[in-house]
Nanobody, 121 residues
Framework: VQLQASGGGLVQAGGSLRLSCAAS????????MGWFRQTPGKEREFVSV????????GYADSVKGRFTISRDNTENTAYLQINSLKPEDTAVYYC???????????????WGPGTLVTVSS
């Protein structure tokens, strides 16, 4: 599966963005989808994961209550709604596909190129 994330941009603290992850191929619904983020010099950080049917979701403690992951298997797209943005949310956000419901980036086999989110204070 090939992935392409979009929707990043510059936003003021307290604002919102909706990231999208478009997948190619007919097997999107067979993958667990995750979102990660990374800042320079730091390891890729888990943000959220969603099960194949979209029922189960998981979040990092740092984003719980502010971020919402979802997916539309008919559109081969995963989403990350990010609200109440903080400057520390600034990062490149990546979507990824896995055959496991996992918060470890090592379990993800396919990655998109990432989309930059910048939050100004």
């Amino acid at each position: 599966v090939q992935l392409q994330a979009s929707g990043g941009g510059l936003v003021q603290a307290g604002g919102s963005l909706r990231l999208s992850c478009a997948a190619s191929g007919r097997t999107f619904s067979s993958y667990y989808m995750g979102w990660f983020r990374q800042t320079p010099g730091k390891e890729r950080e888990f943000v959220s994961v969603i099960s194949r049917n979209g029922i189960n979701t998981g979040y990092a403690d740092s984003v719980k209550g502010r971020f919402t992951i979802s997916r539309d298997n008919t559109e081969n797209t995963a989403y990350l709604q990010i609200n109440s943005l903080k400057p520390e949310d600034t990062a490149v956000y990546y979507c990824a596909a896995s055959t496991r419901y996992s918060g470890s980036y090592r379990d993800y086999d396919a990655w998109g190129p990432g989309t930059l989110v910048t939050v100004s204070s």
